[in-house]
């Protein structure tokens, strides 16, 4: 495989060369030929094109099965095909792709080792989180940065919209009536004692401020209408991501900070010739500043 980073042909896991990992790359098959020519799960014969027998034999159905090892594929219609049996079920591919419905060119690229789209879409995303961990993090730019850079200072990130949020002590009243109570009337009581307060005190996350969370190789800083936050990325004693912000807690504050709205934007992962665009979320903004962090040291 070829090493993304130089260029430098290599087997395994890491490049020889310069260190880098290597990209996963997806298995094709031949470029002529029909899905069917080979089985998906065996890869020793052909499907047949066969007739299957609903209860009774009143209804029949369209199907592609192996003589071999018994997997079924049902025309799910535009070209696609659903894996609904076979008579190992501890097979890997019935393990991983069971009931599952894709194109016919997947079914065949499967048939000669590679991967559908979806499950190559979660290779290249464990791979590009990798590669940002090492050290390679892309640079995210959705506005003119607004932070002033100290020498040898670079914004990775600028992300408006941010949402920051911190812990707060909410404390709640209850109160009631002590003593004895006695009917004088149709609906209505008379308590002899008198009353009585009590008062429960909990945590809520509660919205602070929202403005500009920027990165740079060095730091985070948070640029709100209220408040501005500033600390060196080596301040970071623990992340907690979610699908749509972070949660950092750094040594010297005692609350938690979550920022939220990291998902209204997009990055684009490219591996080899292939691209996708997902929104940016709090994993992808650990393993940023995890790179920041390792490419520093």
């Known amino acids: 495989m070829r090493c993304p980073a130089c260029g430098f042909e290599d087997e395994g896991r890491y490049c020889s060369n310069c260190g880098g990992l290597l990209a996963r790359e997806t298995k094709t098959a031949p470029a002529k030929g029909s899905w069917s020519d080979r089985c998906p799960v065996c890869r020793a014969n052909p499907l ?13 159905q ?8 018994g997997a079924t594929f049902t025309p799910a219609g535009n070209g696609t095909f659903r894996f609904s049996r076979v008579a190992d079920r501890s097979n890997p591919v019935w393990k991983n ?4 419905t894709l194109r016919g060119d997947e079914w065949r690229r499967i048939a ?6 979806a499950r190559q ?3 290249d995303f464990e791979y590009a989180l990798e590669e940002i961990q090492r050290g390679f993090v892309p640079e995210l730019r959705v506005e003119t940065n607004a932070v002033l850079l100290k020498r040898g200072e670079r914004a990775v990130a600028v992300i408006p919209g941010v949402t920051l949020k911190e812990p707060r002590s909410v404390r709640t009243t209850y109160g009631g009536g002590a003593g004895p109570s006695f009917r004088i009337a149709k609906g209505v009581y008379f308590r002899t004692g008198g009353f009585v307060a009590r008062s429960e005190s909990h945590e809520e996350i509660k919205v602070i401020d929202s403005g ?7 730091r985070m800083v948070f640029n709100g209408g209220k408040r501005t936050i500033n600390f060196p990325l080596g301040k970071i004693v623990g992340m907690e991501p979610y699908r749509d912000g972070i949660a950092v807690n750094r040594d010297g504050k005692q609350r938690t900070e979550y920022y939220t709205g990291l998902d209204t934007i997009h990055l684009t992962i490219r591996v080899d010739d292939r691209s ?3 929104p940016l979320s ?4 650990m393993c940023m500043v995890q790179g920041l962090i390792n490419s520093e040291e």
């Open 62 to 69: 369209e199907v592609y099965s192996c003589p071999g090892c």
């Open 48 to 60: 047949a094109e066969t007739m299957s027998r609903g209860f009774l034999g009143l209804t029949s």
């Open 97 to 100: 792709y069971s009931n599952q």
């Open 212 to 218: 500009t969370l920027t990165l740079t190789n060095r």
């Open 121 to 123: 879409r979660e290779l």
């Open 112 to 117: 000669y080792g590679g991967v559908s789209d």
């Open 282 to 285: 709090g994993m992808i903004l």
């Open 276 to 278: 996708h665009v997902v």
